[in-house]
């Protein structure tokens, strides 16, 4: 299954017709391990998914600092790099791994992937982002919001008002309306289904899936295709001249529409149903056998560095878990807050996430 947080940024800045640069810091003189004699690495290896990103300048800062160079290791999407981890257990490709979310952290962590490791600077972290404060296998790094994004244009000029909820989207006057993601297949998917389970309930979201089906909701395997080619708000969408005005994406989609738009807009041409959200937290930790643990555990350190934490929102477009980095203008001025996003216990995921993704492919794609 490849679950993966996939964010919105080179996807979106391609089809405006631009490049982002991947920020990696370059390999330095790795040495040998710092942990068992003989040279000190002067190289720490992050494994993460694809949408790592970082300023340079905030990587030299960490190697000035620590004296480590940051090499940055892209393995897939979240859920195929987690999957590698796991496949190399005890052996890992690098010192630590960043993009683990809550729908998949059952799954790192009972296989043991992690060396406790408790975060310098944690106590400044926001308490309900620290799923794993018993044994701090984990750090809280970032969060985001999966939300259902609509096109402004379409529903100014339908004068319809936009859904504003879970509810909304059963209703007649949004048939045909909405595309979304495979929950096997895609991150946004897995979320806006675990979303539909909370708000929902256990008894309620199948009658609701099946609802949602009955309305025309359509499914395709990937975010991309979703956004890029099916939603008609999108800089690609409009490009396809797609027909679905509604999308499962992220509340933070529409600053990067306004960021990679040439020339830039006044307003974003999105906008996010606040009330559809579901919440991911995404996490770091030591990968257990990390051939220079001393530098994993200073890199994890710096991530939660306000330096790294402010570094963010205009780079992967997240949250800072850090509660009192201040956000840039455009992060808040066209992104959205939910104030109440629908969360599941990672215990419950754990317990159900297969049988759930079985179920509704039996009621939606079957």
């Not at 190289?43 to 004296?67: M, R």
């Not at 956000?327 to 066209?334: A, D, I, R, Y």
Request: glycine residues 10%; proline residues 5%; neutral net charge.
């Amino acid at each position: 299954m490849s679950t993966t947080r996939k964010m919105a940024v080179a996807a979106i800045a391609a089809a405006l017709g631009v490049s982002t640069l991947a920020a990696c810091g370059t390999s330095g003189d790795s040495g040998s391990s710092g942990e068992g004699g003989g040279k000190r690495s002067r190289t720490v290896t992050l494994v993460s998914h694809d949408s790592f990103n970082a300023s340079p300048s905030v990587l030299k800062e960490f190697t000035q600092e620590t004296g480590y160079t940051v090499k940055v290791l892209k393995s897939g999407d979240a859920g195929e790099a987690l999957n590698k981890e796991i496949l190399t257990k005890g052996s890992p490709q690098g010192d630590v791994f960043f993009g683990v979310d809550n729908t998949l952290l059952s799954r790192a962590l009972d296989n043991g992937l992690f060396t406790p490791y408790q975060a310098k600077g944690l106590d400044q972290v926001a308490a309900g982002t620290q799923l794993d404060r018993a044994e701090h296998r984990v750090t809280p790094i970032d969060t985001g919001d999966i939300c259902v994004n609509y096109d402004k244009k379409y529903f100014a000029d339908k004068k319809l008002a936009p859904p504003a909820s879970f509810d909304d989207l059963i209703k007649p006057r949004y048939k045909n309306l909405l595309v979304t993601e495979n929950p096997a297949t895609s991150s946004p998917g897995l979320g806006f289904l675990l979303g539909t389970v909370a708000a929902q309930g256990d008894a309620g979201w199948k009658t609701y899936w099946s609802k949602l089906k009955a309305n025309g909701v359509q499914v395709v395997d990937s975010w991309e295709q979703a956004y890029n080619e099916n939603f008609s708000g999108s800089a690609g969408g409009r490009k396809a001249k797609a027909d679905r005005p509604l999308v499962v994406s992220y509340a933070s989609s529409p600053p990067v529409e306004v960021l990679y738009g040439d020339p830039r807009p006044t307003t974003a041409p999105t906008g996010v149903a606040t009330g559809t959200c579901f919440r991911q937290i995404e996490f770091a930790g030591l990968l257990t056998g990390a051939k220079n643990e001393t530098g994993g555990k200073a890199l994890l350190d710096f991530l939660i560095s306000k330096k790294f934490q402010a570094d963010m929102p205009l780079n992967m477009f997240v949250n800072p878990v850090v509660e009192d980095v201040q956000l840039p203008e455009l992060f808040t001025k066209f992104g959205a807050t939910v104030e109440r996003p629908e969360t599941v216990a990672p215990d419950k995921i754990a317990a159900n996430r297969e049988q759930w993704i079985e179920t509704w492919s039996s009621l939606v794609v079957k």
